[in-house]
């Protein structure tokens, strides 16, 4: 490939497939370059009611929202959303499953519903040299994609990929406990002393018993 050079790239996104959403949900489409604060900062404004002074302050990027806003300023007070969707393809994957866990933690008792598929991309490649007598290439790859769906309301719990709401205080609590009471760390130091402390007597065992042979051989020698 080092005589082509990629003339333009055609992504051909995968269909959402979640067919029963209401008409006001939010698809958010995460790309390699977008910026996980301000998909979180739309995301979590249609599903809090009051989101952090903070985050109040800018708007993400209108290529990364799916969503068609009228007019050209967003609402003061937009209406709440009961269900959020994040969509990549690509390397976007891993930083929309990102964004999908903070909302999660953020906004509590969230049903989750996954989704993996494919997504089509389409390359032309010309040759660097028209006179060269190559022909132009048309590559066709398939990147993996992933859609998730964050539900106030309760999700079909037999469909696959389903994930109900789950108790993160408990387990963060859980952790810092043992931390604490250093049930796990307590152990290690044990397992040194006596790894240490076999090894040292065997050291002194063995120097012991060499250090009177070296000194008979060397009388000997006298």
């Known amino acids: 490939m080092e005589n082509y050079t990629k003339a333009r790239t055609v992504e051909q996104p995968s269909v959402c497939p979640f067919p029963d959403l209401a008409p006001d ?16 900062r739309f995301a979590l404004s249609r599903m809090e009611a009051k989101p952090p002074a903070a985050e109040e302050t800018g708007q993400p990027a209108p290529e990364e929202v799916g969503v068609a806003v009228a007019g050209q300023q967003e609402p003061a007070s937009p209406p709440l959303c009961k269900q959020v969707v994040f969509t990549a393809s690509g390397k976007g994957v891993s930083k929309a499953i990102t964004c999908a866990e903070i909302v ?22 010309e040759p660097l040299e028209p006179d060269a007598g190559l022909d132009g290439l048309t590559v066709n790859r398939k990147l993996p994609a992933i859609w998730i769906l964050l539900s106030v309301e309760p999700l079909d719990a037999r469909e696959p990929g389903y994930q109900a709401p789950g108790r993160y205080d408990a387990l ?12 796990v760390t307590g152990q290690r130091p044990g397992h040194r002393r006596k790894r240490g402390g076999g090894g040292g007597e065997g050291g002194r065992g063995r120097g012991r018993g060499k250090g009177p042979g070296r000194q008979g051989s060397r009388s000997r020698d006298k």
């Open 104 to 125: 999660k933690r953020r906004v509590k008792g969230l049903h989750q519903l996954t989704r993996l598929l494919h997504s089509s991309v389409v390359e032309e490649w």
């Open 25 to 40: 949900t939010p698809e958010i489409r995460v790309k390699d370059g977008s910026k996980i604060r301000n998909l979180l």
């Open 172 to 183: 963060w609590a859980q952790s810092s406990s043992r931390e604490e009471s250093g049930g």
